[in-house]
């Protein structure tokens, strides 16, 4: 069941990311501009399974993880533009092969952190020979600026421990609050020269 599951997570990863890259080819040929910059994606290891469903206060257990973690297969796309970011959710979010199961918007209400990002939970069908097998996967959507706050605010808050992490939690959302104001200028900023 682990290994069909890594495959299968495997694939539904790499249809994640291809339909980013057709959607991102299709609003390139409407707008003349790249609307995603990037994307990745991951796979959850083991490891990192076991410490998640230990803070949930549930068993580590293969079946337990499947229902219980969303971001077992997980991807990220880091978009121009703030409305880009939504563009994006709602054409993926209307193919007949992807299922929404869940949304947070951390962009319109931002975590108690700063940290801003869409968070899109879905089941993507991963063609197989017993027919489609609807696979779960998370997708982060940001802008570049939001990325960037979110990987220093992990290294700074992961990485050295809660005690050091609280003396400068009101710098970080600063920072948010700045960044959140720029994405804003940026998208105003392009669409002034749309108008042109």
Same mark, same amino acid.
Request: glycine residues 6%; proline residues 2%; hydrophobic residues 35%.
């Given at each position: 069941?682990?290994?069909?599951?890594?495959i299968?997570?495997e694939?539904?990863l790499?249809?994640?990311?291809?339909?980013l890259?057709?959607i991102n080819?299709?609003?390139?040929?409407? &707008?003349?501009?790249n609307? #995603? /910059?990037m994307?990745?994606?991951r796979?959850?290891s083991?490891?990192?399974?076991?410490?998640k469903?230990?803070?949930?206060?549930? +068993? !580590?257990?293969?079946?337990?993880?499947?229902e219980?973690i %969303?971001d077992?297969?997980g991807v990220?796309?880091?978009?121009?533009?703030l409305?880009?970011? =939504? /563009?994006?959710?709602?054409?993926l979010?209307?193919?007949?092969d992807? &299922?929404?199961?869940?949304?947070?918007?951390?962009?319109k209400c !931002?975590?108690?952190?700063? =940290? /801003?990002?869409l968070?899109?939970i879905? +089941?993507v069908?991963v !063609?197989? /020979?017993?027919?489609a097998?609807?696979?779960?996967?998370e997708?982060q959507?940001?802008?570049a600026a939001m990325?960037?706050?979110?990987?220093?605010?992990h290294q700074?808050? =992961?990485?050295?421990g %809660?005690?050091q992490?609280?003396?400068i939690?009101?710098?970080?959302?600063s920072c948010a609050e700045? #960044?959140?104001?720029?994405?804003?200028r940026?998208?105003?900023i392009?669409?002034?020269i +749309?108008?042109i």
């Open positions: 069941m682990e290994g069909e599951f890594r299968r997570g694939c539904a790499r249809l994640l990311i291809t339909k890259d057709i080819s299709a609003l390139l040929i409407r &707008r003349s501009r609307v #995603i /910059q994307r990745s994606g796979m959850k083991f490891g990192s399974v076991c410490k469903l230990e803070r949930k206060g549930l +068993e !580590p257990d293969f079946d337990v993880a499947l219980r %969303n077992l297969v990220r796309a880091i978009c121009s533009y409305d880009d970011i =939504y /563009q994006v959710a709602d054409l979010k209307k193919q007949e992807v &299922r929404l199961l869940k949304e947070k918007d951390y962009i !931002p975590k108690k952190s700063g =940290y /801003q990002s968070h899109l879905l +089941e069908a !063609p197989f /020979q017993r027919g097998q609807w696979t779960k996967a997708l959507l940001r802008t990325d960037y706050w979110a990987s220093l605010d700074l808050r =992961y990485k050295k %809660n005690r992490a609280q003396l939690d009101g710098e970080l959302r700045t #960044i959140a104001g720029l994405d804003e940026m998208l105003a392009r669409r002034k +749309e108008e």
